[in-house]
């Protein structure tokens, strides 16, 4: 069974940092991209970042763009998101996606996305 499990959500106060984590199993994910979403409460899910699996390419929101960091820990098959300098307007529910055979500029646009995980909630208080 594929998974996507998010993990290490929380409150926070503005300025501070959060690390988040999607552990993936249940197939290869090798030639996926993986990105990050997130949605705030009476709005749409947006595209905060995304990272090509195979040679690490990435791209980023502009809201986000030297705020936050995506790595991929290839031996715990483990991508995650580095959130610093966190902003109220940062509070959401981040769900981590994976499209197979995707790019990380493709994925900017959620569609063809094969497996979601189920969301962890950053609360930045100001």
């Known amino acids: 069974q594929v998974q996507l499990v998010e993990s290490g959500g ?6 501070g940092s959060l690390r988040l ?12 991209a993986m990105g990050w979403y997130r949605q705030a409460p009476g ?3 947006e595209f905060v970042g995304a990272m090509k699996w195979s040679d690490h390419s990435t791209n980023y929101a502009d809201s986000v763009k030297g705020r ?18 966190l902003k109220p307007e940062d509070t959401a529910v ?3 996606a994976a499209r197979l055979y995707g790019t990380a500029q493709a994925m900017v646009v959620p569609i063809g996305i094969n497996y979601w995980g189920k969301g962890t909630l950053v609360t930045v208080s100001s």
């Open 94 to 96: 981040y769900y981590c």
């Open 10 to 15: 929380g409150l926070v106060q503005a300025g």
């Open 43 to 45: 709005k749409e899910r």
């Open 68 to 85: 936050f960091t995506i790595a991929i820990d290839n031996a715990k098959n483990t991508v995650y998101l580095q959130m610093d300098s």
């Open 21 to 32: 984590s999607c552990a993936a199993s249940g197939r290869t994910f090798s030639s996926a």
